[in-house]
């Protein structure tokens, strides 16, 4: 908990208690529904609250935002940006109804209102939305097949509407042919924790 309120110091009371339930949460959810691995269940705050929070370094959601997670798993990176951003709404989905079950029970227990957790393929959901995000779900260009047609044309944010997704590893064959547009950027530029060394933001603008 320390390493995500060292590189967000100025978060709200309110904030602060919903990140610090986090972990108490996974752990009671985990021994019902594997989410996430027993290893990673230690590193909650490093490897998935801090990780998600890679987002919230690069893009701040103006307030009435609408954000899809397409394949958020036990809930990132779209329960730790939730909480961060009480004024945007998120749409969590995944084709695994367990895992989307365990997302509405921990959004539940939070009292995260912005939070509407959908058990679904990632393809069926209907927008607009102003970005989707994800993490280490699928490929570029299935994400961005899977983000076709469901970005709003209107923009409220200080960057275009598009694709913002955190990836690991070399990109170079997963970037080729595709377009120029594309940034990337390297965690460890804002995480020095030795986690982040291999990991990467990639923002598409699609609007």
Known sequence: MN?????????????KSQLTQLLP??????AQINVISRKDLDQLYTRHV??????????????????????????????????LNPEVNF???????????????VSLALGLTNVKAIHERAEKVKGPFDFVVSRAVAE???????????LAKKQINAIPNGLICLKGGD????????????????????????FFETKKLVYVPLV
Request: hydrophobic content about 45%; overall charge negative; charged content about 20%.
């Open 3 to 15: 390493e995500v309120l060292s590189h967000f110091p100025g978060l709200s009371a309110k904030a």
């Open 25 to 30: 949460l996974y752990e009671e959810w985990n």
């Open 50 to 83: 801090l990780h998600s929070l890679a987002i919230h370094k690069f893009l701040q959601f103006a307030p009435g935002s609408n954000v899809l997670d397409i394949g958020t798993g036990g809930g990132f990176p779209g329960i730790p940006l939730a909480i």
């Open 91 to 105: 749409v969590l989905v995944d084709s695994i109804g367990k895992k989307i079950k365990v997302v509405q029970e």
């Open 140 to 150: 570029l260009k299935m994400l961005l097949q899977w983000s076709n047609g469901k």
């Open 171 to 194: 990109l170079t064959e997963e970037l080729k042919g595709l377009s120029k547009d594309i940034e990337v950027h390297n965690l460890q530029a804002w995480f020095s924790d030795p």
